[in-house]
């Protein structure tokens, strides 16, 4: 399965499960726990729907051009 990204928390994972079961799943969780991407992620990973790979970056790559240097130059 192809690998995705998690837009706002960097987490790479690859679907082990259709998107509509995957979307299923995720309508049947209670809001509180919908609320939570984290929370949500999790679910899925428990359920083994999805599977969660080590690497990860907080870098939304559609604002790398924005992104500023932490320098002390500025």
């Known amino acids: 399965m192809d690998k995705h990204y998690l837009k706002y928390g960097g987490v790479r994972f690859v679907k082990n499960a259709p998107q509509e079961e995957i979307n299923s ?5 209670p809001e ?11 679910r899925l990973e428990e359920a ?3 599977t969660l790979l080590g690497d990860t ?8 051009p924005f992104l500023v240097p932490n320098t002390d130059d500025l």
């Open 25 to 29: 799943f995720v309508n049947s969780l």
């Open 32 to 42: 509180e726990e919908r609320s939570s991407l984290q929370q949500v992620v999790t």
């Open 48 to 50: 083994g729907l999805i």
């Open 57 to 64: 970056t907080t870098i939304d790559q559609e604002l790398e």
